[in-house]
Structure formats: C-alpha cells, structure tokens
C-alpha cells in the first residue's frame, strides 16, 4: 500500500474511533455485565485503538516535502453534517450476531473511505481536533499553479504564508510547517 493510500486509510479509520465506543454501549447487556457480541465489539476497539496509536505515529512523520503559497483559506471545520453520518447508524437497528449487518456496515465504510478518498467530502477526525489539528479549505499556488484542496494543519494558516505540506490524496493535504526563511 503506497504510504500516502495508508495515511488516508489510517486518518479515516481513526476519524471514526469514537464509533467503536458507540457499538461497545450499545451491545453492553446490564443484566448480563456483559457484551452480546464481544467478538465484534474488541474488534472494533481494537482496530479502533491501533488507528488512533498509527495516527499519531505516522502524522509525526509528515515532513512537508511540498512548499506552497496560501491564498485564501476557508475553514472546514464545521462540516459535521458529513461526518456525523456513519454515526447516526449506531443508533439504528444494527445487529452485531448477524454477519449480514456486520458485512453491511463494513462495505458502507469501505463506500465512505472510497469517497472521501476520490472526492473532496473530506470528514472531520475528532482525535486529530482535539490535538489541535484544523481542517481548512484552501486556494494556493504549487510551483506557480494555483490549487484548490483541503489542509490538516497545527498550524494557523495565513493568506499569502508559505507552508511546507504533504499530498495524502487527491484533495487531501497535510501542513508540516510554515516555511519561515523570509519568503512570505
């Protein structure tokens, strides 16, 4: 797997880490202390857990091979609405003990992963938002073409700042540093 695909896999899954909490609760039997499906249910945190522990791992190896100029930044944060989406089926009427369901949702985020990958539906990750990580939408210049995509940064962007960043994916760029030897 190309490092870039395995970056966005590992930003997406992490994204949706909370969601394996969500399945836990609701398959937790209190008559039982028990889950009913515990074999999905430490699946999905495990896999849940290694994406975040990735996560971390592989955004400290963001090195910032690109520079490029920002011209106008828009911030993306507040689009919830698209990733609060696989979260609403938690709360539907999915049974962890039929693979049926279990197979469904598992193609519908490999759909959701696909899309987000091919299309600038990029999803908001609240394990990157709460290291202070911001998603922006960005109009900038690479080698004196101008760009359209959507950053991950730590740090604030600034309109005519120029930054070091990498490409994960056809819309997806990360911000490894603002480059600082007198060219803004």
Do not use: C
């Amino acid at each position: 797997m190309k490092p870039r695909l395995w970056l966005s896999l590992v930003i997406f899954l992490s994204a949706y880490a909370p969601l394996s909490a969500l399945f836990a609760i609701r398959d937790y039997s209190i008559d039982h202390r028990w889950f009913n499906h515990p074999k999905f249910v430490f699946v999905s945190l495990a896999v849940a857990a290694i994406s975040v522990i990735l996560l971390f791992k592989t955004m400290s190896f963001v090195t910032g091979q690109y520079l490029v100029k920002v011209n106008r930044i828009s911030l993306r944060s507040n689009d919830l609405v698209n990733y609060s989406i696989p979260y609403l089926i938690s709360f539907f009427g999915v049974d962890f003990g039929k693979v049926q369901d279990v197979l469904a949702l598992l193609l519908f985020m490999v759909l959701l992963f696909l899309l987000t990958l091919k299309t600038q539906s990029i999803f908001i990750n609240p394990v990157l938002a709460f290291r202070a990580w911001g998603l922006y939408e960005v109009e900038f210049e690479e080698s004196g073409k101008a760009k359209t995509g959507v950053f991950l940064s730590r740090v604030e962007l600034k309109p005519g700042a120029r930054y070091q960043m990498d490409r994960i994916s056809q819309f997806l760029y990360v911000v490894a540093s603002e480059h600082t030897n007198g060219e803004h």
